[in-house]
């Protein structure tokens, strides 16, 4: 019996890629060498890159849809924490052979559905022979009105601390995976979904342009994000650990397994937004968060000085000296 059809490069690009830019004119459908891209009059381009390595950011028995839409996804969550609208997107696609049509048919269709999703386009990239391991890399591009960009580096002291969503189920997920951690079972399928296919918070960082001092996404662990915070504005930053917003199945491991929680703080993965802003934003969060669908939290204080304190809730500093993910 005859293995699985293989793909050569073009075949892929024309079959599988080329259709995912049909929405955008300036790609001219993948058969030129380069993308043209104007923005509209009265916006600025918001350009990020993530690469995503098998073995390090997923499995390949992760699927090759679910692969495609968590690359996407890290990339949008980027742009939504400028406060951005996803506009397009490159895409460099390393793979160790030649892929089977059933592969890279549902690899496109992942891309195809959270295109849809988060109205985003294919512009180009490239396809690429990568020894041993599947690899991933996204440059997306997204919107912003002139001088509208939500930096990192704006916290000012008395600035409250804000954090969308929950965090920590990632966390839990890789906790498991990687060391065998046992959660109930609903609960272990909640947090392998949240580490799996995060979801980029795009309708409130839009939302978020001039109202908020700084912002960026939960990647690297909250207490490590906190942190790039308060060293772009040369302040300290105060966390409550009580106030931390965590989802149901995540505050049950916890109330069962309070050690558990240092470790969600570091862990990352959690595609959050974390944002600074005056205190005064908490009368507009219940909008902020009908008018976005995503909830927000208020979690700590800017202070002066420097780094970061976690504040238990009798008191006591919380340690966190794991903090948080680095490559290197």
């Known amino acids: 019996m005859p293995g699985p059809e293989r793909l050569g490069e073009f075949a892929l690009i024309a079959r599988h890629l080329a259709p995912l830019s049909l929405g955008l004119p300036g790609a001219f459908n993948l058969t030129d060498d380069a993308a043209l891209i104007s923005p509209p009059p009265g916006f600025d381009l918001v350009l990020t890159t993530d690469a995503m390595i ?34 397009c997107y490159q895409m460099v696609l390393g793979l160790p052979q030649a892929p ?15 295109q849809a999703e988060y109205g985003i386009s294919l512009s180009g990239g490239d396809t690429v022979r990568q020894p041993e391991r599947i690899l991933v890399s996204i440059t997306a591009i997204g919107l912003v009105p002139k001088g509208c960009m939500l930096r990192r580096n704006g916290a000012q002291a008395g600035d409250a601390l804000y954090v969308s969503g929950s965090i920590g189920d990632a966390a839990l997920a890789l906790r498991a995976r990687l060391h065998g951690q046992a959660f109930p079972a609903t609960a272990l399928a909640y947090f392998g979904t949240r580490l799996d296919l995060p979801s980029p918070r795009v309708n409130l960082g839009q939302r978020l342009q001039g109202r908020v001092h700084a912002a960026l996404d939960v990647s690297d662990g909250l207490v490590q994000d906190a942190g790039h915070l308060a060293h772009g504005a040369g302040l ?15 505050a049950e491991c916890v109330a069962r397994q309070p050690d558990l929680l240092a470790g969600m703080l570091t862990g990352g993965d959690d595609y ?50 794991a903090g948080g993910f680095q490559h290197f």
């Open 100 to 114: 089977d049509e059933a592969w890279m048919a549902a690899f496109a269709a992942g891309l195809a559905a959270d």
């Open 54 to 87: 098998e073995g390090v950011h997923f499995l390949a028995s992760d699927g090759p849809g679910n692969i495609a839409r968590k690359a996407l996804r890290v990339n949008l969550s980027d742009l939504a924490a400028k406060g951005a609208k996803p506009y």
């Open 236 to 250: 300290a930053v105060r966390i409550d650990a009580a106030r931390v917003p965590l989802s149901a199945p995540a």
């Open 272 to 321: 959050e937004i974390l944002f600074a802003a005056p205190p005064a934003l908490d009368a507009a969060l219940p909008d902020l968060a009908s008018s976005s669908g995503v909830a927000i939290t208020r979690i700590g204080t800017f202070l002066p000085g420097s780094g970061v304190q976690v504040m238990a809730a009798d008191g006591s500093r919380l340690d966190v000296s």
